[in-house]
């Protein structure tokens, strides 16, 4: 009997706790979990639908001003990863005069939420109205003490006022932000993001020692961070050899140009286009010292490498006239690339579909022997190449008579 009525009792509790436990949620809860939900999808504006479906339903309850703001900075977030800027500002200016009311006007809550009002303000190109919201942020949190949001803040408004053209404003912003970094605890790498701007300027500027210092630091910081092969050094490393070829530091900078190439090399493949780039930088180094016995094979070694990216261009238009059945224009097309080709000394064995495709054209405008010419050069080509590699199958034998 008493088995029975505790059965009976468990029946009842399974029954009405679902019920007691939904009493307990607001009305606009379904709204506010579909909205989560659209988010965590990447489904941005069908997540700021539904908290705008949750923040009506909970102003019609008459909801505290509390219970309002989670839900705005939901939906603000949701505009702003959207890319709507505008509403997104809208939706934070309201936040704003909330967290004043809730928390004062010389608190962290009010600083985050005008943080975030600049940054959608620079979004906006609406820099000047960034920078004021940014300077009151600032403010803020100066008075409350060093942080990592005041660090970041600082180095975003030295970015706005790089963009105003504010460079001197700019330095010294960066300059406090990466004081302000360096005295942070676990901060990591996020110095680089003052330090490498600030760098830049001094580079701009032609203040070439100040920017060897800071190009230095940054690269210590890298390589310590990241190795000494890693290719999120190249920028930092490209920079650095710019300014120490600048002040004619030739023996410090040839180290950091050799490792450049070297890393555009591993990291992006040996015909990349900023390979070449590279190299025309070294040939200027170079130049510039009148090693002229240095610069020259870098210099042919640009040329073949533009040279065959530009015959490979011509290829393709020249595939494009053949299928148009436009063979004088292909004939003259691949006239001209053969003599490029010859001009530059790119050897035939790279030149195998051009040439195979150039007899393909010939032969339809009935000029066979030229045809058989050009065959003959694709095949002594790639004879060569076997013969260079160690691939040529031997001449069967002649069978016994």
């Given at each position: 009997m008493r088995s029975w009525m505790t059965l009976v009792f468990l029946l009842l509790l399974f029954l009405i706790a679902p019920r007691v436990a939904g009493a307990d949620e607001p009305a606009w809860a379904p709204e506010l979990a579909a909205g989560k939900r659209a988010f965590a999808a990447g489904e941005y504006m069908q997540a700021a639908e539904q908290y705008a479906a949750a923040l009506k339903k909970a102003e019609e309850q008459q909801a505290s001003t509390a219970t309002l703001l989670p839900i705005l900075r939901l939906r603000a977030s949701a505009l702003r990863t959207s890319g709507d800027a505008a509403?997104?500002?809208?939706?934070?200016?309201?936040?704003?005069?909330?967290?004043?009311?809730?928390?004062?006007?010389?608190?962290?809550?009010?600083?985050?939420?005008?943080?975030?009002?600049?940054?959608?303000?620079?979004?906006?190109?609406?820099?000047?109205?960034?920078?004021?919201?940014?300077?009151?942020?600032?403010?803020?949190?100066?008075?409350?003490?060093?942080?990592?949001?005041?660090?970041?803040?600082?180095?975003?408004?030295?970015?706005?006022?790089?963009?105003?053209?504010?460079?001197?404003?700019?330095?010294?912003?960066?300059?406090?932000?990466?004081?302000?970094?360096?005295?942070?605890?676990?901060?990591?790498?996020?110095?680089?993001?003052?330090l490498d701007p600030l760098a830049s300027i001094y580079r701009d500027q032609l203040k070439y020692p100040l920017a060897e210092e800071n190009y230095r630091r940054a690269l210590r910081l890298r390589e310590a961070a990241l190795g000494p092969k890693d290719p999120e050094l190249i920028g930092n490393i490209d920079s650095l050899a710019y300014v120490l070829f600048g002040q004619k530091k030739y023996a410090d900078a040839e180290p950091y140009y050799i490792r450049l190439l070297a890393l555009w090399e591993t990291?992006?493949?040996?015909?990349?286009?900023?390979?070449?780039?590279?190299?025309?930088?070294?040939?200027?180094?170079?130049?510039?010292?009148?090693?002229?016995?240095?610069?020259?094979?870098?210099?042919?070694?640009?040329?073949?490498?533009?040279?065959?990216?530009?015959?490979?261009?011509?290829?393709?238009?020249?595939?494009?006239?053949?299928?148009?059945?436009?063979?004088?224009?292909?004939?003259?097309?691949?006239?001209?690339?053969?003599?490029?080709?010859?001009?530059?000394?790119?050897?035939?064995?790279?030149?195998?579909?051009?040439?195979?495709?150039?007899?393909?054209?010939?032969?339809?405008?009935?000029?066979?022997?030229?045809?058989t010419t050009i065959d003959r050069r694709v095949r002594e080509a790639l004879i060569n190449k076997a013969d260079r590699d160690g691939t040529r199958l031997p001449r069967p034998k002649p069978l016994a008579q």
């Amino acid at each position: 009997m008493r088995s029975w009525m505790t059965l009976v009792f468990l029946l009842l509790l399974f029954l009405i706790a679902p019920r007691v436990a939904g009493a307990d949620e607001p009305a606009w809860a379904p709204e506010l979990a579909a909205g989560k939900r659209a988010f965590a999808a990447g489904e941005y504006m069908q997540a700021a639908e539904q908290y705008a479906a949750a923040l009506k339903k909970a102003e019609e309850q008459q909801a505290s001003t509390a219970t309002l703001l989670p839900i705005l900075r939901l939906r603000a977030s949701a505009l702003r990863t959207s890319g709507d800027a505008a509403a997104t500002e809208e939706i934070l200016l309201r936040c704003m005069d909330i967290v004043t009311s809730l928390h004062g006007a010389s608190g962290p809550e009010l600083a985050a939420v005008l943080s975030e009002i600049a940054i959608v303000q620079r979004a906006q190109d609406h820099r000047d109205q960034a920078d004021k919201t940014l300077g009151k942020a600032i403010e803020i949190r100066s008075a409350i003490g060093m942080s990592e949001e005041l660090a970041r803040d600082l180095t975003i408004r030295g970015a706005i006022k790089h963009e105003m053209g504010e460079d001197d404003l700019a330095v010294s912003l960066y300059l406090q932000a990466i004081a302000f970094w360096g005295a942070l605890p676990d901060s990591g790498l996020h110095i680089l993001t003052a330090l490498d701007p600030l760098a830049s300027i001094y580079r701009d500027q032609l203040k070439y020692p100040l920017a060897e210092e800071n190009y230095r630091r940054a690269l210590r910081l890298r390589e310590a961070a990241l190795g000494p092969k890693d290719p999120e050094l190249i920028g930092n490393i490209d920079s650095l050899a710019y300014v120490l070829f600048g002040q004619k530091k030739y023996a410090d900078a040839e180290p950091y140009y050799i490792r450049l190439l070297a890393l555009w090399e591993t990291s992006a493949g040996p015909e990349h286009p900023m390979v070449a780039l590279t190299l025309d930088k070294m040939v200027e180094f170079y130049n510039d010292q009148k090693l002229y016995e240095k610069s020259e094979p870098l210099a042919q070694r640009s040329l073949m490498m533009r040279t065959r990216i530009l015959i490979e261009s011509f290829h393709r238009s020249g595939r494009i006239l053949i299928g148009e059945k436009r063979f004088e224009d292909a004939l003259a097309l691949y006239e001209r690339v053969v003599r490029i080709a010859g001009d530059a000394g790119v050897p035939d064995e790279q030149m195998d579909g051009v040439l195979r495709t150039y007899a393909l054209v010939l032969r339809q405008l009935k000029r066979v022997g030229e045809a058989t010419t050009i065959d003959r050069r694709v095949r002594e080509a790639l004879i060569n190449k076997a013969d260079r590699d160690g691939t040529r199958l031997p001449r069967p034998k002649p069978l016994a008579q």
